[in-house]
């Protein structure tokens, strides 16, 4: 042996295990507010999942009689009442579910991918890429982000697709900052400088390392991007600028549509409402805590 | 004893690089080496309104199989002049010569290659750790950045063999180890390539007192068994006497003595190296007792507006009505092998210079440690 046996040190004996990721993991478990989180993320997940065998009624289709002063209210058939054109609000809410899901997480998914590119490349060439690709993202940030997204959607005329593209349009600068802003931060830590040292190419100190330890934020804003995405939907369909087919059952359209009969029916707004409130709570419940699970300055 | 070297790495044999050094030549040479940082202001356009200068015009020469220690208090530009040799830092001014090679014309592909043979231990070893690594994948990382044909995982045994570390330990995380073995870590990832250089950047300082004995022998057993060059840098001077054949003194960015271990600790010659020294405790009660401590007045003059002439007469005790305060005294070579720049060197070993009685006043701060 090279070195005496007695020079030979002990590994910590308990297993511990794994990666920084189950430290977090564990931190999360024993946090109430996370579990509050998940579990209204997995009621609103499993609801648009499962919207088709839930629903007792098809949500496209009148199933009562209803004239403009009389909407049934809540009963043991129709337990949220039925819709100013007859069809069960119970069913039309569980399958909004499904349409606010697919819209947050088509926009997350394009904002993040449009954000994390521009991110990526002021991040990891610095110098004049950096400085154009920032002063654009600082233009986007410095329109409000509704306002944005209605202007966005407008230009591409209204439909899923528009809404869609506009909430991911206003989330990409703030994608691009975080992690640029992280991989800046990273690219003069020890490490980095020790990849150098060993003969690492740039490329990969980049990929495989800048850009996995500077990913954490940006998971902890996705699931708080996921909350805020479904109020825009909602709130750019509540304009109008969503889809213009009625049977589509989406929150922000549902109440629009509820607004006349406000003083008749006021529980046609409150069912909707409550759902939007659920969904965006749930995403930022789970977005807070594992913020604090996974950021160091928080541990205890 | 098996063998430490390992397989050479192919198509550069564990020799010297190309350009190879005329013999005698030591294998590190530095000149006229600065770093200086601009200090930028305004938000549109950055104009330098100044410059940190870091490291500020050094010559050194550290010959093969050697350690060279540098030390000096935080702040003086030793980790800087560290970074600079291997460019990591880009130099302002100055040449490196490794092994007859010119550092600063390499290209980036040829500094990468270049670096092979020169690599670096880190003052913080879990922050110069990815902690999304393991450590089979830390000491591997080298291997496949080089090239390296042999069986990787091998190699990683055989180095966490050299570094004392257990087997089990490549699948494991900077996190799970102590500091200790994190450095263990980072030292074996240095030695990774078969170095010749090996530039240590405060490697125990990070560590509990009862670990850096363990990882200063680790690193002298290793210099045994490998033939390792290195550059210590501490600012402990207790570690660097007991590794270092030649130490370097700096303050604020210049050697301002350079001398063999044993020759500095027995005399030092220049002012600084003087307060430096007897700041050292002794561990003997009595002769404790009577020990002179040199106190420095002042605090450490900012890099950013170097104190003009001697950089050190703002707080020297032994300074004079003339020359110090205009004339900057060059490193010279007082007698063979010890290097001092200091104008009254001479007269200061010779006791005719006696250091200021202010200097001795107990309320006056002690060396390296700011002033309340």
Known sequence: ?300 | MNTPTGPAVPGSPGGPPDGSAAPGEPLLSVRGLKVHFPIRKGVLLQRVTGYVRAVDGVDLDVGRGMTYGLVGESGCGKSTLGKAVLRLVEPTAGTVRFNGVDVAGQSREGMRRLRRHMQMVFQDPLASLDPRQSVESVLSEPLRAHGFAGDRSRRVRELLDLVGLPAGAAARYPHEFSGGQRQRVGIARAIALNPELIIADEPVSALDVSIQAQIVNLLEDLQDQLGLTYVVVAHDLAVVRHVSDVIGVMYLGALVEEASSDELYAQPLHPYTIALMSAIPIPDPEVEERRRRILLTGDLPSPVDVPPGCRFHTRCPFRQPTRCADESPDLREMRPGRKVACHWAEEIAAGAIRAAASAHDPTATEVGTPSS
């Open chain 1, 1 to 300: 042996m090279s070195l005496s046996q007695a020079e030979t040190v002990a590994v910590a004996p308990e297993e511990t295990g794994g990666s920084l990721g189950r430290d977090a993991w564990r931190r999360l478990r024993r946090n109430p507010v996370a579990i509050a989180g998940a579990l209204l993320v997995t009621l609103f997940v499993v609801v648009a999942l499962l919207a088709p065998w839930l629903a007792p009624y098809p949500p496209d289709k009148p199933v009562g009689q209803v004239t403009p002063v009389s909407i049934p209210g809540p009963s043991a058939e129709h337990w949220f009442g039925l819709d100013d054109l007859g069809r069960d609000e119970f069913t039309r809410v569980l399958w909004g579910a499904r349409w606010s899901l697919v819209i947050g997480v088509v926009s997350l998914l394009l904002g993040m991918a449009g954000g994390l590119l521009l991110g990526l490349l002021a991040g990891a060439f610095g110098g004049w890429v950096d400085g154009v690709v920032m002063r654009v993202v600082d233009m986007m940030l410095s329109v409000p982000g509704l306002l944005f997204a209605i202007g966005v959607a407008a230009m591409l005329g209204s439909g899923l697709d528009a809404v869609m593209i506009a909430i991911a349009v206003v989330n990409m600068p703030i994608f691009a900052r975080l992690l640029r802003g992280q991989m800046l931060a990273q690219r003069r830590s020890d490490y980095v400088l020790a990849a150098t040292s060993v003969g690492v190419r740039r490329r990969r100190i980049v990929l495989g390392h800048i850009l996995p330890n500077s990913l954490t934020p940006v998971i902890v804003q996705g699931t708080l991007t996921l909350a805020t995405a479904i109020v825009d939907a909602a709130g750019l369909a509540f304009l109008g600028l969503s889809s213009n087919d009625p049977s589509i059952p989406e929150w922000g359209r549902m109440l629009a549509d509820t607004q006349r009969y406000l003083s008749s029916a006021p529980l046609l707004a409150v069912f909707p409402g409550l759902a939007i409130v659920i969904a965006a709570l749930g995403f930022t419940l789970l977005g807070e805590s594992l913020r604090e699970a996974l950021d160091p300055k928080y541990r205890r």
